[in-house]
C-alpha cells in the first residue's frame, strides 16, 4: 500500500526509529540517539520506496524485517547474528500487536472503519502515534528493568 509522503514523515520516521530503538534495548546496546534517527529514518525510507514497487502485500515487510536485522547488528555493533534476529522478531511482533490493540481500540472509540482509516491520511497519521509512543515506552521500560537488575 502507498503511504503519503505527510504520512511517512510523520508516522514512517518515528516508527522506524522506535522500531529500531526497542530492538537494540531488547539486545542490551546503550542508546546511541544520533546513529539511531540516523538508521530509522534511512529504514523508513527505504520502505516508503519498496511501497512504490510492484511486489505483492507483504513483501516490504519481509524486507523490512531483514533490514531491521541488518541495522540492529550495524548499529550494536552485535557479533551474534541470532540475538540481532531475535530482537527483530520480537520487535515487530510488538509492532504488530500493539498496533492492532491501538488501531481497533481507537477506530472503535473514535467510530470510523477500517476503510475510513486507510482512506484518511490525517486519521492514519494520529492513530498510529499512540503505537509509536508505546514502542518507546516500552524500549524504556526494558532499560530501566534491565538497569535495577544489574544494580540489585
Known amino acids: 500500500?502507498?503511504?503519503?509522503?505527510?504520512?511517512?514523515?510523520?508516522?514512517g520516521i518515528p516508527e522506524d526509529i522506535a522500531l529500531l530503538t526497542l530492538s537494540l534495548t531488547i539486545v542490551g546496546i546503550e542508546l546511541r540517539?544520533?546513529?539511531i534517527v540516523v538508521a530509522g529514518t534511512l529504514l523508513a525510507f527505504i520502505i516508503y520506496l519498496l511501497r512504490f514497487l510492484p511486489i505483492s502485500f507483504g513483501v516490504?515487510?519481509?524486507?523490512a524485517l531483514l533490514l531491521l536485522i541488518v541495522f540492529t547488528t550495524k548499529i550494536g555493533e552485535i557479533k551474534n547474528l541470532q540475538i540481532s534476529i531475535m530482537a527483530s522478531l520480537l520487535s515487530i511482533l510488538a509492532l504488530v500487536t500493539i498496533e492492532i490493540i491501538c488501531l481497533t481500540l481507537l477506530t472503535s472509540i473514535i467510530g470510523i472503519s477500517e476503510q475510513?482509516?486507510?482512506?484518511?491520511?490525517?486519521?492514519r497519521i494520529l492513530l498510529s502515534l499512540p503505537q509509536v509512543f508505546i514502542l518507546f515506552l516500552l524500549a524504556f521500560i526494558i532499560?530501566?528493568?534491565r538497569r535495577s537488575r544489574c544494580v540489585s
Open 60 to 63: 516490504h515487510t519481509i524486507v
Open 1 to 11: 500500500m502507498k503511504m503519503p509522503f505527510i504520512a511517512f514523515i510523520l508516522q
Open 143 to 145: 532499560k530501566k528493568v
Open 33 to 35: 540517539w544520533g546513529k
Open 116 to 123: 475510513e482509516f486507510i482512506s484518511n491520511t490525517a486519521f
